[in-house]
């Protein structure tokens, strides 16, 4: 999947996987904008600091809440579940942190989101360059039984 070739049916089931993610008393809080345009990718590269890759993705997921009491939590389920459905899919991607930066509302207005939502994530998607998966601590060392 180059740059601009995004195939429709492959990102709508991605997007699904994320409106099924679990929320807090089923409020559903969560919206998905799908950017493909060239321009807009390097848009928000630039406005989003930490995603200047964003620009070299294929497309980018943007999760945006309602600001409801939980809205960081199901935002984060919900990309969580975008990022497993990328990775089923064979595809690359990395969470680009949205809440509490500097640049959020920037994003936000970039995207012509309504007042009253929350940037939770961006997440630039593709394919990888090689690089092999990032290593991860060894279950015996993280898990704990009965006590820390």
Same mark, same amino acid.
């Given at each position: 999947?180059?740059?601009?070739?995004?195939?429709?049916?492959v990102?709508?089931?991605?997007?699904?996987?994320g409106?099924?993610?679990?929320?807090?008393?089923? &409020?559903?809080?969560?919206?998905?904008?799908?950017?493909?345009?060239?321009?807009?990718?390097?848009?928000?590269?630039?406005?989003?600091?930490?995603?200047?890759?964003?620009?070299n993705? %294929?497309?980018?997921?943007?999760?945006?809440?309602?600001?409801?009491?939980?809205?960081?939590?199901?935002? %984060?389920?919900?990309?969580?579940?975008?990022?497993?459905?990328?990775?089923?899919?064979?595809? %690359?991607?990395?969470?680009?942190?949205?809440?509490?930066?500097?640049?959020?509302?920037?994003?936000?207005?970039?995207?012509?989101?309504?007042?009253?939502?929350?940037?939770?994530?961006? &997440?630039?998607?593709?394919? %990888?360059?090689?690089?092999?998966?990032?290593?991860?601590?060894?279950?015996?060392?993280?898990?704990?039984?009965?006590?820390?």
């Amino acid at each position: 999947m180059q740059p601009g070739d995004a195939d429709k049916r492959v990102i709508e089931e991605i997007i699904d996987c994320g409106r099924l993610a679990p929320s807090a008393n089923n &409020i559903q809080p969560c919206e998905f904008i799908v950017i493909t345009d060239r321009q807009v990718l390097l848009k928000l590269s630039q406005t989003a600091v930490n995603g200047p890759f964003a620009k070299n993705a %294929s497309f980018c997921v943007v999760v945006v809440a309602r600001a409801e009491k939980y809205y960081i939590e199901d935002g %984060s389920a919900a990309t969580e579940n975008v990022l497993l459905a990328v990775n089923d899919f064979g595809l %690359s991607a990395c969470w680009v942190a949205g809440d509490k930066k500097d640049y959020a509302d920037s994003v936000l207005k970039l995207l012509g989101v309504p007042a009253g939502y929350k940037l939770v994530s961006i &997440i630039p998607v593709g394919i %990888s360059k090689g690089q092999s998966e990032v290593e991860k601590r060894v279950l015996k060392d993280v898990l704990h039984w009965e006590k820390f």
